[in-house]
T-cell receptor
Framework: DVKVTQSSRYLVKRTGEKVFLECVQDMDHENMFWYRQDPGLGLRLIYFSYDVKMKEKGDIPEGYSVSREKKERFSLILESASTNQTSMYLC??????????????FGSGTRLTVV | GDSVTQMEGPVTLSEEACLTINCTYTATGYPSLFWYVQYPGEGLQLLLKATKADDKGSNKGFEATYRKETTSFHLEKGSVQVSDSAVYFCALSGTSYGKLTFGQGTILTVHP
């Protein structure tokens, strides 16, 4: 079964820590995305990548960075975690428009708590 | 920019009741439209999609019709079950790398 795997379901980190959230997909998808999900706000795009070593800012990139050294792996980095980054983080992958596929495939999410 | 607006929730229904969750959008061009569902403790799953005006997407008894004249994509089901309890997200895909823009989500709870 094809999937997107996020390395942790739950994380608790301290304010100021550098945090790495890992995402791996086995579908050979070009595009990968990081969203955060907050009640009443839906999903907001943090960063996305359309190719290895390529990245683009989404709607809320402040306080985050990303890394995509290999096609299957897309990492989200919180440079210095803050309490307002407590959230559910969702990774997704997709094929580019016009190349088939059914939208995104999502991982199960990582619930991050910053204390 | 692109945006999606869903009806306010939460929605609470009895089993076998009819469901409608409203979704309207703002976008340039001709986006594709999606409904995703998130069951408790899980990631989002694609429920249905429509790629052009007047298309109807359907799956698991749910339906939604792409209405360009009203810029809407309302989700409907004639008879809900307890197992339909979940969060439902409306989304659109613009032309840039297939990025999805999501609505705020609607929590549906179905009681026996």
């Amino acid at each position: 079964d094809v999937k997107v795997t996020q390395s942790s379901r739950y994380l608790v980190k301290r304010t100021g820590e550098k945090v790495f959230l890992e995402c791996v997909q086995d579908m050979d998808h070009e595009n990968m995305f990081w969203y955060r999900q907050d009640p009443g706000l839906g999903l907001r795009l943090i960063y996305f990548s359309y190719d290895v070593k390529m990245k683009e800012k989404g709607d809320i990139p402040e306080g985050y960075s990303v890394s995509r050294e290999k096609k299957e792996r897309f990492s989200l980095i919180l440079e210095s975690a803050s309490t307002n980054q407590t959230s559910m983080y969702l990774c997704a992958s997709s094929t580019p428009p016009g190349q088939g596929g059914d939208g995104y495939t999502f991982g199960s999410g990582t619930r991050l708590t910053v204390v | 920019g692109d945006s999606v607006t869903q009806m306010e929730g939460p929605v609470t229904l009895s089993e076998e009741a009819c469901l409608t969750i409203n979704c309207t959008y703002t976008a340039t061009g001709y986006p594709s439209l999606f409904w995703y569902v998130q069951y408790p403790g899980e990631g989002l799953q694609l429920l249905l999609k429509a790629t052009k005006a007047d298309d109807k997407g359907s799956n698991k008894g749910f339906e939604a019709t792409y209405r360009k004249e009203t810029t809407s994509f309302h989700l409907e089901k004639g008879s809900v079950q307890v197992s339909d309890s979940a969060v439902y997200f409306c989304a659109l895909s613009g032309t840039s790398y297939g990025k999805l823009t999501f609505g705020q989500g609607t929590i549906l709870t179905v009681h026996p």
